[in-house]
């Protein structure tokens, strides 16, 4: 997830760069040069534009000279096809996303947050790579959490046709998503689910749709999102996660940490960042210290699995995380203790048939 921001506007046909004054934006996992007249906060009946952001930053980064070496093989030559066949951009945009200007820029601004620019293409690559991971070690769905204009379902499903490949998002950039999935070749192992977590809970969902299986080992990917949600809807995410789960699943996600005064950490520029992301309308509202990481997953359902990092550095204002789902076994009345009922709201929605999930 990030902020929707975009570098032009169009004029008589021709791309003009604006500026002004509170357009300079930010965001975990990519750099974004807002030059808009708007905050980019979700609209009911618009597909998001951060969404659309984050995919015109990863062809700008993809034209950057060794991020081939980094993205997983065809990410930007896919999502540069998907903007254009949905219609969320125009070939021309697409085309001056790529340049050699538009790197430049990126680069220009890296001061702020050294090294974020190239850490987008290593959040992708690591993504990628759980997903693959999981299906080595027997996983049969994926599940993709705010996906916006992600190819990584489009690409594997074919690679792998046993297992099934969802995403949710919402509504109105779903069905656009769906628009140019349609146009560049429909996967019969893919699902887009069109839908307002904030409305509906993401258990919920699944538990009406026929092709999930919720106790089949899954891999979910929450890539750049967690950071904008509050506290107590991480905590629930995360326990609602571990309910749609089966043994053997894991979560792969990105997170910010907590730095001494308790709020997101970003670095020397922290306060311009955390003011720049409030002003927007998309503030960083959950952060986590990462040796507090383990106990706040294992209270989740989950394990951190730091093995399965694969790294314990920073990317750009973002750490790599993995859990996996945690063996809890019923009590002798069947039913999961009073005191973990109370701490994983969501393992109420549990059947008494089932005997653990983990």
Not at 228 to 239: K, Q, T
Not at 280 to 292: C, F, L
Not at 320 to 332: D, I, N, P, Q, Y
């Amino acid at each position: 997830m990030s902020l929707d921001t975009t570098l032009f506007s169009r004029t008589n046909q021709k791309v003009v760069e604006v500026l002004p004054l509170n357009s300079l934006i930010i965001c975990p996992g990519h750099l974004s040069f807002t030059f808009c007249f708007e905050e980019d906060t979700m609209r009911q009946d618009k597909p998001s534009r951060t969404a659309y952001k984050v995919a015109l930053n990863v062809v700008t980064l993809g034209a950057k000279p060794g991020m081939d070496r980094v993205f997983p093989p065809g990410t930007v030559q896919a999502t540069e096809k998907l903007l254009v066949a949905s219609g969320a951009a125009e070939a021309r945009t697409v085309r001056w996303s790529r340049s050699q200007r538009m790197v430049a820029v990126y680069k220009a601004f890296d001061w702020m947050l050294p090294g974020q620019f190239e850490a987008f293409a290593h959040r992708k690559a690591f993504c990628e790579r759980q997903v693959r991971d999981g299906i080595g070690a027997g996983a049969t769905q994926i599940l993709v959490l705010g996906a916006g204009y992600d190819t990584m379902g489009w690409r594997l499903a074919p690679e792998f046709p046993g297992v099934k490949f969802f995403e949710i998002d919402h509504p109105a950039t779903a069905r656009l998503k769906a628009k140019g999935i349609d146009a560049m070749g429909q996967r019969d192992n893919l699902h887009l689910l069109a839908e307002d977590l904030g409305k509906r809970k993401l258990a919920d969902v699944l538990k009406t749709d026929e092709s999930w299986d919720q106790s089949a080992r899954t891999v979910i990917v929450a890539e750049g999102l967690v950071m904008y949600l509050p506290p107590e809807a991480v905590r629930d995410l995360f326990s609602q996660c571990a309910v749609i789960a089966g043994l053997g699943s894991r979560i792969a996600f990105t997170y910010i940490p907590t730095g001494a005064d308790g709020q997101p950490d970003a670095g020397r520029w922290t306060g311009l960042m955390l003011w720049l992301q409030k002003v927007v309308g998309e503030p960083w509202t959950w952060s986590i210290r990462p040796e507090e990481l383990g106990l706040f997953l294992e209270e989740s359902g989950w394990t951190n699995a730091l093995a399965l990092v694969g790294t314990t550095r920073k990317h750009g204002v973002e750490f790599f995380a993995v859990g996996t789902k945690r063996t809890m076994r019923l009590s002798e009345n069947g039913y999961f203790s009073q005191s973990l009922r109370q701490a994983h709201p969501a393992w109420r929605d549990l059947k008494s048939s089932m005997y653990s999930c983990g």
